[in-house]
C-alpha cells in the first residue's frame, strides 16, 4: 500500500500562474482533507471532502479550489497564485469516524515569486 | 469552539532524560485526542489517540499520553528520550462541531531537540 501520495513534491510559480496539486489514497477512506503549514501556524484546513461528491470550506479557503474526482483523488488548484500561498500544502485521508486518525501524505512545497 | 494549544515552542532535553510536550484542549462534548509527528521534510506520523478508557495512552516509538480530564490536557511523554525524537509534534482534537467529517484541529506544534 502507497497510502497517500502527492505531486509534485517541489513547485515554483510566478505571481498570477495557475496549478494543481494532486492527491490520491489507497485505503479505501471516505473522508480527504488538504492543510497548508506555515511556521508558527500549525496545521490550517483548507478544504475537505467527506465523502465522495462533497466538498467543503475549511479554515482558509480563500483562493483555492478543490475536485473531488472520485473517492481515490482529491486536487488542489491554486487559480491565480500569489506570494501568500507560498507554503507546504499536504494531504491527508481517513479519520472519518469520530475515532479515526488522518493518514498524511509527504507534502508538496511551493514557491510563488 | 473547540481549540487546542500547545503552550512551548521547544522544548530541549538530554537524551536518556524523560521528556514531556504538553497540550491543553477545549472541547464542548467528550474530547477525542491524537499525537502526531513530524520528521524534517516529511508528512505528520500518527503517534497516538485517546477515545476513552484509561487515562495512559501508549503509542509508536516507545511513546506515551496521559489524558487528564480535569485539567484538559493530553501530554505527550517517554521516559527515556532518544536523539532521534527530535521532531516537531502535533498535538490535535477532534472537531465535534463537523457531525461525521472526521475533521480535526491541530495546535500549533512543539519543536523538541534532545541533544545528546
Known amino acids: 500500500n502507497a497510502g497517500v501520495t502527492q505531486t509534485p513534491k517541489f513547485q515554483v510559480l510566478k505571481t498570477g500562474q495557475s496549478m494543481t496539486l494532486q492527491c490520491a489514497q489507497d485505503?479505501?477512506?471516505?473522508?480527504m482533507y488538504w492543510y497548508r503549514q506555515d511556521p508558527g501556524m500549525g496545521l490550517r484546513l483548507i478544504y475537505y471532502?467527506?465523502?465522495?461528491?462533497?466538498?467543503d470550506k475549511g479554515e482558509v479557503p480563500n483562493g483555492y479550489n478543490v475536485s473531488r474526482l472520485n473517492k481515490r483523488e482529491f486536487s488542489l488548484r491554486l487559480e491565480s497564485a500569489a506570494p501568500s500561498q507560498t507554503s507546504v500544502y499536504f494531504c491527508?485521508?481517513?479519520?472519518?469516524?469520530?475515532?479515526?486518525?488522518?493518514?498524511f501524505g509527504p507534502g508538496t512545497r511551493l514557491t510563488v515569486l | 469552539a473547540q481549540s487546542v494549544a500547545q503552550p512551548e515552542d521547544q522544548v530541549n532535553v538530554a537524551e536518556g532524560n524523560p521528556l514531556t510536550v504538553k497540550c491543553t484542549y477545549s472541547v464542548s462534548g467528550n474530547p477525542y485526542l491524537f499525537w502526531y509527528v513530524q520528521y524534517p521534510n516529511r508528512g505528520l506520523q500518527f503517534l497516538l489517540k485517546y477515545i476513552t478508557g484509561d487515562n495512559l495512552v501508549k503509542g509508536s516509538y516507545g511513546f506515551e499520553a496521559e489524558f487528564n480530564k480535569s485539567q484538559t490536557s493530553f501530554h505527550l511523554k517517554k521516559p527515556s528520550a532518544l536523539v532521534s525524537d527530535s521532531a516537531l509534534y502535533f498535538c490535535?482534537?477532534?472537531?465535534?462541531?463537523?457531525?461525521?467529517?472526521?475533521?480535526?484541529?491541530f495546535g500549533q506544534g512543539t519543536t523538541l531537540q534532545v541533544k545528546p
Open positions: 490535535a482534537v477532534r472537531d465535534l462541531g463537523s457531525s461525521n467529517t472526521g475533521k480535526l484541529i
Open positions: 485505503m479505501n477512506h471516505n473522508s
Open positions: 491527508a485521508s481517513g479519520g472519518q469516524s469520530f475515532y479515526g486518525e488522518q493518514f
Open positions: 471532502s467527506a465523502s465522495e461528491g462533497t466538498t
